[in-house]
């Protein structure tokens, strides 16, 4: 018999109905399609109504995960949400979704590694399952990063968007799910890209000069350099682990932050980019949603299905990376 492994078993998104195009931002600050479409590859955004949080983004995909799994919220033995963009300090996000959903049995914690939250979310139920503590755990990656973008700096406003993306993970002995995982971090490095809390000091002052310091701010030089060779080796590094190579792997499903930083690392990787998927141009950097987003949509697309071997692999402020290698 093979070793526990925590499967997916079922996929579901939601995005807002908003869309802020690059015509739009053009009439908000210093920007062009062109400018924007260059330098990300993004067209479009998705914005949340000002009375929509990350919970409520997150409760819908939840329930379609749900629904795609074929199970109930009472099955459901632990929620884990990943983001930085929580409706409020506690409760948790991960409380609310479990309240407004009914998920009755269900333990719940929020974590954040930032973009890399929802990879860092898949290593830790994971690991919950594999223990054989739980059988059953739904994990988010949900934001609402439009609430802390500040609208006048066109260096971040043109990236940023809102979604959530979940997945039913359920125990398995038939040789799929979760192979392995790499993650990282470099708190060294924390200070490149910020959105601050409780704490603010001068420097949070000099970087945001709109008056609002609980913006996200961003060097976007030292970020990209960064993200395209943790991307490479990562997903280098967690197929060595689990004795699979490139050349096996169907899928690279990386964080959707910068089409420069997608073909940055496939061009590390010596990947074609057939074998990359992105949407990045639909959506924007959406933090810790972007990888479940991709991966629900992968799947809608045909692009994986069942028996695949595929990467999720990813970058986010902290600094912290990760990848997992999943046969689905």
């Known amino acids: 018999m093979c070793e526990i492994r925590a499967k997916i078993a079922g996929l579901g998104k939601f995005l807002p109905d908003r869309i802020l195009t690059n015509a739009d931002l053009e009439k908000m600050v210093d920007t ?43 099955e459901i033995e632990l929620i884990i949400v990943a983001g930085v963009t929580p409706d409020m300090y506690t409760p948790s996000t991960s409380c609310i979704v479990q309240k407004n959903i009914g998920a009755v049995n269900a333990a719940a914690f929020d974590l954040n590694a930032a973009c890399s939250g929802f990879i860092y979310a898949m290593t830790a139920a994971n690991q919950f399952i594999s223990s054989g503590m739980y059988k059953n755990v739904l994990i988010i ?26 997945a039913v993970l359920t125990a398995a002995t038939d040789g799929t799910g ?32 709109y008056g609002n310091t609980r913006t996200i701010w961003m060097d976007g030089s030292k970020v990209m350099k960064f993200a395209v ?54 959506y924007g950097n959406m933090s810790a949603a972007c990888v479940p987003i991709a991966l629900c949509e992968a799947v809608e697309s ?20 990760g990848s997992t290698a999943i046969i689905y």
């Open 32 to 74: 062009s399609d062109e400018w924007i479409t260059t330098r990300t590859g993004i067209k479009e955004r998705r914005i949340a109504a000002d009375d929509v949080f990350a919970s409520d983004l997150a409760t819908e995909a939840a329930k379609r995960a749900l629904d795609d799994a074929g199970m109930s919220a009472e």
């Open 229 to 282: 060779r943790v991307m490479a080796n990562s997903t280098k590094e967690v197929l060595e682990n689990v004795g699979k190579t490139l050349d096996e792997t169907k899928l690279i499903i990386p964080h959707q932050a910068n089409k420069r930083i997608i073909d940055g690392a496939a061009k590390r990787l010596e990947c074609d980019n057939d074998k990359i998927f992105s949407n990045v141009d639909k």
């Open 302 to 321: 045909g692009k994986l299905t069942r028996g695949d071997l595929f990467v999720l692999v990813g970058f986010g402020g902290g600094l912290t990376w």
């Open 141 to 166: 990656g949900a934001e609402c990063l439009s609430k802390v973008v500040e609208y006048k700096d066109r260096n971040t406003c043109v990236l940023f968007g809102d979604g959530a993306g979940a």
């Open 178 to 209: 979760v192979l392995g995982s790499v993650l990282g971090a470099d708190g060294a490095g924390g200070e490149c890209l910020t959105l601050c809390g409780i704490r603010e000091d001068e420097i949070d002052k000099e970087r945001r000069p």
